[in-house]
């Protein structure tokens, strides 16, 4: 079944420990991407990759590091979480570069709570 | 990427036809218009994309004037299950994909 895969889907954890949630696409697809979504701010782009060792900010980059060094995988790692940083976040994966010109998949979300 | 405007919310009945429209005015000549469709707590799940004139699949479709301006969502016999969040995107490229604040659909009996 094609799907965007994350984990954890849950994650609650305190100010300043690490962590990354993966994120897994089978679909082959060139462009991957996190997003964050907050109450009344719809969604947010954290970071984006167009292709295997190619990522670039988004909307919302501060606190937060990518890395493509395959193409099925794009985990969000957060060096140091603080508590703004508690969100919903999903990724999503498109076949197109751009990731406009064709749909994005997403992602079930990973809800984080940092205390 | 085009800076788009869609109503905060709108309500509709079962079995009526609902259209959404996203306005667009400084879209660019490469944009293309899609739109996605969120349910509390999951993952936007994308509807249709067009690029001019009206686009039709199984779910939707998608009304673009000549002047590409403006865009309309039509979700014809509308049911309880798409009440929703619709979210309206224009551009062409990767950079700052901006999905906005959307449109919450309810639906009522």
């Known amino acids: 079944e094609a799907q965007v895969t994350q984990n954890p889907r849950y994650l609650i954890t305190v100010t300043g420990k690490k962590l990354t949630v993966t994120c897994s696409q089978n679909?082959?697809?060139?462009?991957m991407s996190w997003y964050r979504q907050d109450p009344g701010l719809g969604l947010r782009q954290i970071y984006y990759s167009m292709n295997v060792e190619v990522t670039d900010k988004g909307d919302v980059p501060e606190g937060y590091k990518v890395s493509r060094k395959e193409k099925r995988n794009f985990p969000l790692i957060l060096e140091s979480p603080s508590p703004n940083q508690t969100s919903l976040y999903f990724c999503a994966s498109s076949l197109d570069p751009s990731g406009i010109r064709n749909e994005q998949f997403f992602g079930p979300g990973t809800r984080l709570t940092v205390l | 990427l085009a800076k788009t405007t869609q109503p905060i919310s709108m309500d509709s009945y079962e079995g009526q036809e609902v259209n959404i429209t996203c306005s667009h005015n400084n879209i660019a000549t490469n944009d293309y218009i899609t739109w996605y469709q969120q349910f509390p707590s999951q993952g936007p799940r994308f509807i249709i994309q067009g690029y001019k004139t009206k686009v039709t699949n199984e779910v939707a479709s998608l009304f673009i004037p000549a002047d590409r301006k403006s865009s309309t969502l039509s979700l014809p016999r509308v049911s309880l299950s798409d009440t929703a969040v619709y979210y309206c995107l224009v551009g062409s490229s990767a950079s700052k994909i901006i999905f906005g604040s959307g449109t919450r659909l309810s639906i009522r009996p």
């Open positions: 679909m082959n697809h060139e462009y």
